[in-house]
C-alpha cells in the first residue's frame, strides 16, 4: 500500500498518476481550508481531489466542476448576499449533501466515502482528521483571516506575517490516516504548498510523530522549481514563517520526517544543501503538465519506493 499526502490541483495529479500504477493507494486530504459559507460545508481540497479522481474537476480553475453554471450564486448575490466564494450549481450539490450528513451526526471521513463511492473511486480518501480545524493567514494590517478568506476574497494581495493552524493541537489525527502511515510501504508527500497544503496535516501532534517514527518510508516532491511555486502562494507562505523560497526551505520543513527529497533537475546546485539536512536527493522532471508527464514522475517515484 501506498500512502499520499495530498492538498489540491498538484496533488490530483500525482495521485491521478500513481493510481494509475498502484492498486492499493490511500490519500491523505488537506482540511486546513475546510470553511462554512452560507451555512453550507465547503471542503475545497477534497472536492478537489474527489471531483479529480472522478474526471469532474475543472482543470482550468483547478477547482469546482467542469462545465459548471453559477446560477444560485448570482441570484443569491441579487439579494444582496456579500459573496466572494465561487460555488457552482453542480459542486453546490456536494455541499448541500456533506452539511446535511454533517448535521445529522456523520464525521466528515464518513461523508467523504460515502461520494468516493458515489463517484466509484477505488482510491482510500482519508480527512486527516474529522475534528474541525482551519488554517489562519496572519496579516499586519488586515488581522488574522481564514486562509480563503486571504485566497480569494482579498486574491492573495495582503502582506502577510505568519500562517497558524487554529485546532491543530487539540485535533485528533484520523486513526485511518495513522493506519496508512504505519502499514504503508511508502507515504509520499505530494509537490503541493508545503505551508497551507501539507502544513495543516502535519500539525497534528499524533500524525507527525507516526510520520517521524516512518522516516525511513517517507518521499517528498517538491513543489518548487528555482524559486517560482508551480500555483499558488507558496512563496509568500514561506517567507511568512521564516523558510528560505527555494527547495531548500521545504526540504528543511519536512527534515524531521522525510528521507528522500526529490527536485527538478534545473535544482541540481540546491542538492547538497539537502542532503546536508539528512536526506537522499533525486533529481527528474518533476512538472506534470500532461498525463504522461504524471506516469513519469510516478514510475520514477515507485522505483525509489522498491530501493
Ligand atoms: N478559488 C478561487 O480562487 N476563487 C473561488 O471563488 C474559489 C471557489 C471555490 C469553491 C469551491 C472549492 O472547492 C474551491 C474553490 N476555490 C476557489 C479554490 C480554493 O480557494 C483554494 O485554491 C484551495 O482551497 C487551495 O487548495
Redesign the pocket.
Known sequence: MITVIA???GSVKLVRGLAALEKNLAVICNVG?NIWIQGLY?C??I??MLYGLANLLDKKR???IKNDSFNCLDQLKKTGASLW???GDR?LSTHLIRTSMIKSGKSLSQVTNFFRKCYSIPTQLIPATDTEMNTTIVTPIMGDMH??EF??KHKGRPRVTGVKFANAVNAKANPAAMDAISQSQAIIIAPANPV??IGPTIALPELRRELVRNRHKVIAISPLVGATAVS?PAIKYMRAIGLDNSSVGVATYYRDFVSKFIISKQDHDLALQIEALGMLVYETNTMMKEKKDEIRLCSHILKLVEK
Open positions: 492538498g489540491g490541483t481550508d465547503v475545497p481540497d472536492d478537489t483547478g477547482w469546482g466564494f465561487g460555488l459542486d486562509l480563503q485566497w480569494v497551507s497544503s499558488g
